[in-house]
């Protein structure tokens, strides 16, 4: 993949880009974006594959004013400009989805489709119960059982890991904390913006996201105009990751449909 | 030098330990008995006006959802203290500012409570320890620029007296600022500033706040004070750094004997052996640099932790996180350490923990003000200069450690539970 930096509003941000054919921006989850991972040759095979690295995250720098997701939407926006890309499909995963999901409301006619995987950004239930389990406060452990369909495959092992890539890890996990603290991983505004959403989008869960109920994913994409949902088997909250085979055929036969 | 009575007024009546997971945040306040917490208020109190009789100064201090320290309100107990004390200095070390949402509010609260006490008020100010942020449902990224701009806030705001001002910053907004009552002291109360690293102390330095360190023995006290001598100085405040900038805190007791030493230093240790926390409360995403977290995850174990697995009043001595013994042992552990580190100006006597009863404690703060605080003040006098470390001995004289007899586990309560027997007042 082409690695380039490109600067927006005091960030110096990390891009990806590989492939030709219409655009694909492909918005990472909070884990980060690795080049190497298995998904990335499916996405890049047929289209032009644009992945930003999250302010914050991966090698992107982090200017002090930015503190959450639509800071980082608005970014997004005027990195399209800086590319020409005048519409472009969208997969967002996780934090990832997030962030489309508002950049979908912000300019709506830029985008053609949506692939949300395992999205946060919304809070449907009642205030006495979290939506989303805390990750910040359970047991690592915990979050590892409740992120993964076979967490065994996924152990955090920092021995095999260089000082760079544990330190952009420490990092995602921190500027994940900056974003998504308070509120707890959700925009109150966002489930009133959503009927913006001009795309055909397609909501995407793994079987085993312990993180994401099913019924949440449910409330959030009937806040979006003719929204789907596919379920991933044998994946968790991360089924580009886990499952990337069946996650790329879903993503990809959607986006061709 | 100027010693200060500090007690965290920890409710110690718990299960065993291995029965709950963290001792902070979660465990649930169905363990809090409000009737013996409620005499355990009385003789904490109780234990500060001692220490007023007897000369020392008065600190106390704010930590939450926790039972090894049950203030979680500390203008309110300081605000009980001004009334019930005629004559302490009354340190707060600290107001947790990057927690605290609305820094005018502090502001106004340390302003109450130094009219109320005529002037008598040390306002510190603290960043918090990690296990704060659940409590405070506080964002653990950015906390220090937090920190800054409120207390910077909140210093400007004591010294205004011409009507409202704004302030429009970075994490705070406030408009119309115009405290009553404003501060008695002028132009405000000292300001303090804990910090346990050399980076944190020379922040502290380059404003001129006092700057206070816990627990951190001898050669991070050193460096931390290093740290803070240096930027006073790159900072134009002058060659000389006056001692009283310069506070450290230990756990303190002395005894007629060594036995009674003994037996009152092993029960302090529960203030660092019954600190078990849950990682996840201990570590939020942000509170640690990355370096410092990657550095964890190599092996890099802190110097207190370490210590917590086989703790002991004769390791605790060693190290320099107590000072305890006889008055005369009591006076060279410190003056040794006092040498080592370049001099400091005040000594934060953490004189009672955990299962440490009235009697003892009380016994404790009366053989320490007796007995060793006229030689500190002979010795070290106010008006010395800090800066000047001495190369002591590796190891400290034998005749001046206090010998353990028992190792203690850190897994497990110190000593049985006592119910409510033997809390007085």
Same mark, same amino acid.
């Given at each position: 993949m082409r690695r380039t930096t490109i600067a927006i509003a005091g960030c110096e941000l990390e891009v990806h880009e590989d492939g030709a054919g219409a655009p694909l921006l492909f918005l990472h989850a909070g884990d980060g974006f690795r080049a190497g991972d298995p998904y990335v040759a499916a996405l890049s095979a047929n289209r032009r594959l644009i992945c930003p690295s999250h302010p914050g995250f991966g090698k992107s720098t982090l200017p002090d004013w930015i503190d959450n997701v639509a800071d980082i939407a608005i970014i997004y926006l005027e990195l399209m400009d800086k590319l020409s890309l005048t519409k472009v499909d969208l997969v967002g995963c996780s934090i990832g989805g997030w962030i489309s999901a508002e950049m979908m409301t912000m300019? =709506?006619?830029?985008? !053609?489709k949506a692939a949300l995987v395992g =999205?946060? !950004?919304?809070k449907t239930g009642p205030a006495d119960k979290l939506d989303i389990p805390d990750i910040f406060t359970l047991p690592a452990a915990d979050v590892a059982k409740l992120g993964f369909h076979d967490p065994a495959k996924f152990a955090f092992d920092p021995s095999k890991l260089s000082d760079e890539e544990l330190s952009i890890q420490l990092r995602n996990r921190e500027t994940l904390a900056l974003l998504a603290w308070e509120p707890y991983m959700h925009n109150e505004k966002l489930p009133r913006r959503l009927h913006r959403v001009a795309s055909p989008t397609l909501f995407m869960r793994g079987a085993s996201d312990g993180l994401l109920s099913a019924a949440y994913i449910e409330r959030y994409a009937a806040l979006v105009k003719g929204a789907a949902i596919a379920t991933i088997p044998e994946a968790g909250h991360l089924p580009h990751i886990e499952a990337p085979g069946a996650f790329a055929k879903a993503t990809l036969d959607f986006l061709a449909a | 030098m100027q010693a200060w009575h500090f007690s965290e007024t920890a409710y110690p009546y718990l299960p065993p330990a291995d029965t709950y997971p963290s001792i902070r945040v979660s465990l649930p306040n169905r363990n809090y008995d409000p009737v013996k917490g409620a005499a355990l208020y009385d003789r904490y109190l109780m234990e500060w006006q001692i220490a007023d009789e007897e000369g020392l100064e008065i600190m106390l201090n704010e930590h939450h959802q926790t039972a090894t320290c049950v203030d979680p309100a500390a203008p309110l107990m300081l605000a009980a203290l001004a009334r019930l004390t005629p004559r302490a200095r009354l340190l707060i070390l600290g107001n947790p500012v990057a927690n605290r949402r609305q820094p005018v509010r502090v502001a106004e609260e340390m302003a109450l409570i130094d009219v109320l006490s005529k002037g008598r008020l040390e306002a510190g100010f603290v960043r918090g320890v990690p296990y704060e942020i659940s409590p405070a449902n506080s964002?653990?990224?950015?906390m220090n620029e937090r920190f800054w701009e409120a207390l910077d806030l909140i210093v400007k705001t004591w010294q205004q007296h011409d009507g409202p001002f704004s302030h429009e910053g970075r994490f705070f907004h406030h408009r119309n600022i115009n405290i009553w009552?404003?501060?008695?002291q002028a132009p405000h109360p000292p300001v303090w500033v804990s910090t346990t690293s050399a980076g944190g102390a020379a922040e502290v330095g380059a404003h001129g706040y006092v700057q206070a360190t816990f627990l951190t023995g001898y050669e991070a006290t050193r460096k931390i004070y290093d740290s803070y001598r240096a930027a006073w100085r790159k900072a134009g405040r002058g060659a000389d750094i006056p001692i009283n900038r310069l506070a450290y805190a230990a756990l303190v007791y002395v005894g007629d004997n060594e036995k009674e030493a003994h037996e009152g230093a092993e029960k302090l240790l529960w203030y660092v052996t %019954?600190?078990?926390?849950a990682p996840q409360y201990a570590n939020p995403p942000g509170y640690t640099p990355v370096a410092g977290n990657v550095a964890m995850l190599r092996g890099a174990e802190h110097p207190l932790s370490a210590f917590a697995k086989g703790a002991s009043v004769e390791a605790a001595i060693r190290s320099g996180f107590m000072f305890a013994g006889t008055p005369d042992q009591v006076f060279h552990q410190i003056k040794r350490h006092y040498e080592h580190v370049g001099g400091y100006g005040h000594l934060l006597n953490m004189?009672? %923990?955990?299962?440490?009863e009235h009697d003892a404690a009380a016994a404790g703060i009366r053989n320490f003000a007796r007995y060793v605080y006229p030689r500190l003040k002979e010795a070290f006098p106010g008006a010395t200069v800090s800066g000047f470390p001495c190369e002591v001995p590796g190891a400290p004289p034998e005749e001046y450690v206090l010998r353990s007899t028992t190792r203690l586990k850190s897994d497990g309560p110190l000593m049985p539970a006592l119910g409510g027997q033997g809390v007085s007042g």
């Open positions: 300019a =709506p006619e830029r985008f !053609g =999205p946060i !950004g919304v | 964002n653990p990224v950015r009552p404003r501060p008695y %019954a600190n078990k926390v004189g009672q %923990a955990g299962f440490l």
